[in-house]
């Protein structure tokens, strides 16, 4: 009799237990189950708000480049041409009545031979700008290709000077065309772009250069005054002086200097010089190109 009393009482402690595990297992997957949604719901969370700073974030990219594209309109359109060639006697002229006559271009031929970047970081220095007119036998070394890149991306105008700086009057058309055409192919490689002027040695054309010059959009032009290659101006006084002072100096003159030492000794007096008369120097990129 003892031994049914025992076995009912460890029944009843098994069933006990097995119910505890059934309940277990079933808080258990009870709480996966929760666990699981909740993951889910962050989840899903999650790729909203990824989502939403997506959005955000091409939003202000299109904001970016909308207002990049207004400040570069906005360049554009500062820099409309306001002066053009007067082709009678190479002086430079504004296009309406409205627009400051008293102005001077500066022009620096044979770059970039020895001085032309000191004479570039002195010009940049006063403020004022120039055209640096090239010779291709001058940027045939890495070296001279980066100060032509270096005197570029400092703002000024390149021009082309011909390869070699032959008369071009002493050569045949297919020699020409590699003096002119070849130098804006080196060019363009160097500093990204063909150049908007051209200038021919000791302002010697041909008909044939003339239409080259039309056909790869430049500006052809000679000038109004230059002494710097004279004997009694090969120093930087006698050159300020006569720069400054010369009766040639009207409105509109089209200043000739070359990449020479004293040239750029004097570069700094002629830019005062000319500025203490009321002179404006010209930003080249505000005159009128064929491009």
């Not at 990824?50 to 909308?66: A, R, Y």
């Not at 009678?88 to 022009?107: F, M, Y």
């Not at 940027?139 to 700086?165: C, P, R, V, W």
Request: hydrophobic content about 35%; proline content about 3%; glycine content about 6%.
């Amino acid at each position: 009799m003892e031994f049914f009393r025992i076995a009912a009482i460890l029944l009843a402690f098994i069933s006990l237990c097995s119910g505890c595990n059934v309940q277990t297992a079933s808080n258990q997957e009870k709480q996966n189950g929760e666990n699981k949604e909740r993951i889910a719901e962050d989840s899903d969370q999650n790729k909203q708000e990824f989502e939403s700073e997506n959005d955000n974030k091409e939003i202000v990219e299109k904001q970016d480049d909308i207002e990049l594209k207004e400040v570069v309109t906005e360049a554009v359109v500062s820099l409309q041409p306001t002066y053009e060639l007067n082709a009678a006697n190479w002086s430079i002229k504004p296009i309406s009545g409205e627009t400051n006559k008293k102005v001077v271009l500066l022009t620096i031929d044979d770059a970039p031979d020895r001085y032309s970047l000191k004479m570039a970081k002195t010009l940049k220095a006063a403020g004022v700008s120039a055209i640096f007119f090239v010779n291709g036998h001058f940027i045939q070394s890495d070296e001279k290709k980066a100060i032509l890149k270096e005197i570029y991306d400092m703002g000024f105008a390149i021009g082309n000077h011909t390869m070699t700086h032959s008369n071009l009057n002493d050569l045949s058309e297919e020699e020409q065309f590699k003096e002119i055409v070849e130098l804006n192919n080196q060019i363009e490689l160097i500093i990204g772009e063909r150049p908007r002027f051209y200038r021919a040695p000791f302002g010697s054309n041909t008909e044939y250069s003339k239409e080259l010059a039309e056909k790869e959009g430049m500006l052809l032009m000679n000038w109004t005054y230059g002494y710097d290659w004279e004997k009694d101006y090969l120093s930087k006084d006698a050159l300020t002086d006569i720069m400054v002072n010369t009766p040639y100096l009207t409105d509109g003159a089209n200043l000739l200097m070359h990449d020479r030492e004293w040239t750029y000794e004097a570069l700094r007096g002629i830019v005062k010089g000319l500025q203490e008369k009321g002179y404006t120097i010209v930003d080249p990129n505000l005159i009128k190109t064929p491009k």
